[in-house]
């Protein structure tokens, strides 16, 4: 267990659909990433929020958006939803903001999208 | 971020050593090596990080060269449980966002 908790476990919508993927960090964790596994892509990162504010976003689709609230924990709202859209989304939280020492990424359980 | 080369798939017999390669020879000074696997459709899971020595830690030992271009992630006695992706990834160090950028990993498969 690692700590971090993903809700919903799966989601199975329809195209042109919107929906919310909860996540909540470990405790002490301020940094927060979500990432995307499709079977052609593979894992991709999506975007990164630290101490509630953005930081860094990797090829995230504009129909996608996220946020971290106060008590930390992120959602990721996906909207107009595709078949292509069906797959795992994770969400990791580590201490730090930046990368080297000590800020290894912890992952959740994952959610998975499947849209009809 | 540097990019990795690892091998697609290898074979480990339980209880004996698992060595895994990995090639980063665009890294560059202040990158950490990282290693995650993914044991099927699970959250990854951190394995062990290093930026220039050795590196051991309770799941596994990390040697990277000294030229720093390939490193080798030792699973000492492997399991069955061992069985996942295993994936090298070369990410920046306290500048960078701390993002990881996944590549394809190795299958490994171990077997009784």
């Known amino acids: 267990d690692s700590g971090v908790t993903q809700t919903p476990k799966h989601l199975i919508t329809a195209t042109g659909q919107r929906v919310t993927l909860r996540c909540s960090p470990r405790?002490?964790?301020?940094?927060v990433y979500w990432y995307q596994q499709s079977l052609d892509q593979g894992l991709q990162f999506l975007i990164q929020?630290?101490?509630?504010?953005?930081?860094a976003k990797g090829n995230i689709l504009e129909r996608f958006s996220a946020q971290q609230f106060p008590d930390l924990h992120s959602e990721l709202n996906l909207s107009s939803l595709e078949l292509g859209d069906s797959a795992l989304y994770f969400c990791?939280?580590?201490?730090?903001?930046?990368?080297?020492?000590?800020?290894?990424?912890?992952f959740g359980p994952g959610t998975r999208l499947t849209v009809l | 971020d540097a990019k990795t080369t690892q091998p697609p798939s290898m074979d480990c017999a339980e209880g004996r050593a698992a060595n895994l390669p990995c090639n980063h020879s665009?890294?560059?000074?202040?990158?950490?090596v990282y290693w995650y696997r993914q044991i099927h459709s699970q959250g990854p899971q951190y394995i062990i990080h290093?930026?220039?020595n050795n590196e051991t830690n309770e799941m596994a030992s990390l040697i990277i060269t000294e030229d720093r271009k390939s490193s080798t992630l030792i699973l000492p006695h492997a399991t069955l449980r061992d069985t996942a992706v295993y994936y090298c990834?070369?990410?920046?160090?306290?500048?960078?966002?701390?993002?990881?950028?996944f590549g394809a990993g190795t299958q490994v498969v171990v077997t009784p």
């Open positions: 405790s002490g964790d301020l940094s």
């Open positions: 665009t890294i560059s000074g202040n990158e950490y």
């Open positions: 990834i070369v990410s920046s160090g306290a500048d960078s966002w701390g993002k990881l950028q």
């Open positions: 990791a939280s580590s201490e730090r903001l930046g990368g080297g020492i000590g800020n290894e990424q912890f």
């Open positions: 290093g930026l220039k």
């Open positions: 929020y630290y101490n509630g504010e953005e930081r």
